[in-house]
């Protein structure tokens, strides 16, 4: 006897064992595949015809297995292997739902080789399969949801997920303040929170018209227990709709042949942010308990990613908000320049950055063009970009050259505090200053780490300026360089950040060959600068991923017989002849109505240049402006002026104090060499009236 030949008394009790046991159904068929003996019940099969007598071949067919009988009639013959196994097959209950069967055929024989039959075995995976397939769903929402930072595209996301997997039809909603960066919060005048639509999925490829569109405001929910339910957080799992009473259920709410509901709310951090809503129609089988168990594991990741990008939102409104308040508007029209500049955020998830861009008017007409980027982004980054702005500002109004101003900011940003990581923002920040000045002409440019402007000249060809830059600010121990470029009239000043020319490709040199390709087909001479403007930002707006920020400057050079220059020895009869000159000048731009007043300042400046000018030439300026006339004396020194209020008993100290009174503004700036003290007057016939006490 060999080692598997049972003994007599084992064949029976072994058989009853194996056929008892319930983890795998068991059918033994004889040579004309009709049941002799089988362990199934109703409960494995429903009304399958699976007992004793019964053809496996009908059960075969029963469970959509027709493809598998002629298999089971050729295992009969002793040629076939003696055992088959099919792992996993995919059958169907008499019911209609789906069942996932392992499938083995034993041939039987006797001793002599004469075939008694097959041992047919059934293993019912079905809930393994499902608890596969479940996992596979969150595996995927893992992966996918949560990817962006963009509130309704995590809603989209959610929705594409569970379609066509759990349900044919699916609706994401989000309450109003939700998609706009804000916690829920509901409506005092109707009591519920107001929701909007904000992802949809169908197993077709449209959306059905007559159901609320993404966007669109979903109306009041009915006033049910269920529906209320869901407010603190419950699931809502109706199998058949039919219960439902007809006035709970909104056409443009639920599909109209939708059987079957599922609901789950969106319920992250204390906050009810929406729901997720799925629908079946096509397919007939109802919702159950594990496919709510189910969508509520989705729905708790889902709901922790539109928080997180809800709340992402807030911080880039908040810093957008922030940084739009500290810039000045788009377009300017100076005496200068006619300018535009703009400020995109990236789309990233980096958040809003600390770009920013300034036009200063200074004395004597000239204008200051300034284009900065601050490393980092986020909150921190708008704020520091706010204080260099600031400083920038302040510098700016005390007219200094653009390589000393530089160097001031330079050593204010490495003062600054480090806490809270302030330095770690400031450190690598670049800015680039240029001053215009439209009597000569004359550009002065400085760069601390900041790439070179270019400029377009009325032939219609650009260049980039070729700047020394100096290192981004907060280094220290380098000097800034200025360069000095003449601008014919028409010209436009370009000034960029590195995100207009960054790319897809990260080339930057590339990127400035391409800016440089599109100034010259934009026929930027003639073209509001506007609308040129938003062309350049938006050309390859999809491949950056830094903010951008342009600034562009068409130059109005003054016409030569709007200034006047003198060079007067350092002598005091001098004087005179200024007022001389000053008051035929007047004459000839139909200015008389200023002449005392011009006069009075331009020997109040001239006494004082050659009082205090190291004896020196000194150097007196008329400048008219479109409403303003400039009076600049320049002489040698470099002594500040003072401005003092005078004793009764001085007989000296009132020049500054007269110039202040009879002027809109007065102040100095210096050069390399010397100083020059500069007034302004309104040409309007009002300014002949002052007050000297």
Not at 93 to 122: F, Q, S, Y
Not at 223 to 244: Q, W
Not at 364 to 371: C, E, G, I, P
Not at 445 to 461: E, F, T
Request: contains cysteine; hydrophobic residues 45%; charged residues 25%.
């Amino acid at each position: 006897m060999s080692d598997f030949e049972l003994p007599a008394e084992w064949t029976g009790p072994l058989a009853h064992a194996v056929f008892d046991q319930g983890t795998m159904l068991l059918a033994a068929v004889d040579a004309d595949l009709r049941i002799v003996a089988t362990n199934a019940s109703a409960e494995h099969f429903p009304r399958t015809p699976m007992g004793r007598g019964d053809d496996m071949r009908a059960v075969f067919t029963a469970l959509g297995l027709d493809h598998l009988v002629s298999a089971l009639e050729g295992a009969l013959s002793p040629v076939v292997p003696a055992l088959r196994w099919w792992q996993l097959l995919t059958a169907r209950a008499a019911n209609g739902k789906p069942l996932h069967l392992g499938l083995g055929i034993l041939r039987v024989e006797r001793v002599a080789g004469r075939t008694l039959g097959l041992l047919v075995t059934m293993n019912d995976t079905t809930e393994l399969v499902r608890a596969e397939s479940r996992f596979d769903v969150v595996r995927e929402a893992a992966r996918s949801i949560g990817a962006s930072l963009d509130v309704a595209e995590t809603a989209q996301q959610l929705a594409d997920l569970v379609v066509p997997r759990l349900a044919d039809l699916a609706a994401v909603h989000l309450a109003e303040t939700v998609l706009l960066g804000e916690e829920p919060g509901v409506d005092p005048t109707s009591g519920y929170t107001p929701e909007v639509r904000a992802g949809v999925a169908h197993t077709s490829e449209a959306w059905p018209a007559a159901l609320a569109q993404v966007g669109e405001r979903l109306p009041a929910p009915p006033d049910i227990p269920e529906i209320r339910a869901m407010e603190s957080g419950a699931t809502l799992l109706i199998p058949r709709l039919a219960v439902l009473p007809a006035d709970a259920v909104d056409a443009s709410v639920v599909p109209e042949s939708a059987h079957s509901l599922l609901a789950v709310p969106l319920f992250a951090r204390g906050h009810v942010l929406g729901s997720v809503q799925l629908w079946r129609t096509d397919r007939r089988e109802p919702f159950d308990e594990g496919d709510a168990r189910l969508l509520e594991e989705i729905a708790s990741r889902a709901a922790l990613s539109v928080d997180n990008a809800r709340r992402y939102t807030r911080e880039r409104s908040l810093a957008l908000a922030l940084q739009r308040s500290l810039l000045p508007e788009e377009g300017a029209d100076e005496p200068a320049a006619e300018t535009f500049a703009a400020y995109v955020p990236t789309s990233s998830s980096a958040g809003i950055g600390g770009d920013w861009y300034d036009m200063i008017p200074l004395s004597s007409l000239r204008l200051a063009f300034v284009l900065g980027d601050v490393a980092g982004h986020g909150l921190q980054a708008s704020a520091t970009m706010g204080r260099l702005r600031t400083a920038v500002q302040a510098l700016a109004d005390m007219d200094l050259p653009p390589d000393e101003l530089l160097t001031h900011v330079d050593d204010l940003v490495q003062r600054f505090p480090n806490r809270s990581g302030a330095a770690a923002d400031v450190a690598g920040a670049t800015c680039l200053y240029a001053e215009y000045d439209p009597v000569t002409s004359r550009c002065r440019i400085a760069s601390a780490g900041h790439p070179p402007p270019a400029v377009l000249g009325p032939d219609g060809r650009a260049r980039f300026v070729e700047l020394e830059a100096g290192p981004p600010l907060g280094v220290g121990g380098m000097p800034f360089e200025i360069a000095e470029i003449d601008l014919a009239p028409g010209s436009v000043l370009v000034l960029y950040s590195d995100g207009l020319i960054s790319g897809s490709d990260h080339d930057l040199a590339a990127g400035m060959r391409r800016l440089l390709d599109r100034l010259e087909h934009c026929d930027l001479g003639r073209r509001d600068l506007g609308k040129v403007g938003r062309e350049l930002l938006d050309a390859e707006a999809g491949a950056r991923d830094d903010d951008t920020t342009l600034l562009l400057a068409r130059v109005r050079p003054l016409p030569d017989r709007d200034s006047v220059l003198w060079e007067l020895p350092a002598d005091p009869e001098q004087v005179a002849r200024a007022r001389e000159l000053t008051a035929a000048q007047l004459a000839a731009w139909d200015l008389d109505h200023l002449v005392f007043t011009t006069e009075l300042v331009v020997s109040e400046l001239v006494t004082n240049a050659i009082r205090y000018g190291e004896h020196g030439p000194v150097a007196v300026r008329l400048v008219r402006g479109r409403d303003v006339l400039i009076c600049e004396v320049s002489d040698p020194s470099n002594t500040q002026p003072r401005l003092r209020r005078a004793r009764s008993t001085d007989e000296g100290g009132r020049g500054l104090f007269l110039v202040a009174q009879l002027t809109r503004r007065w102040g100095s700036r210096y050069q390399q060499s010397g100083k020059t003290i500069w007034a302004e007057q309104e040409t309007s016939p009002a300014t002949d009236v002052w007050d000297l006490d």
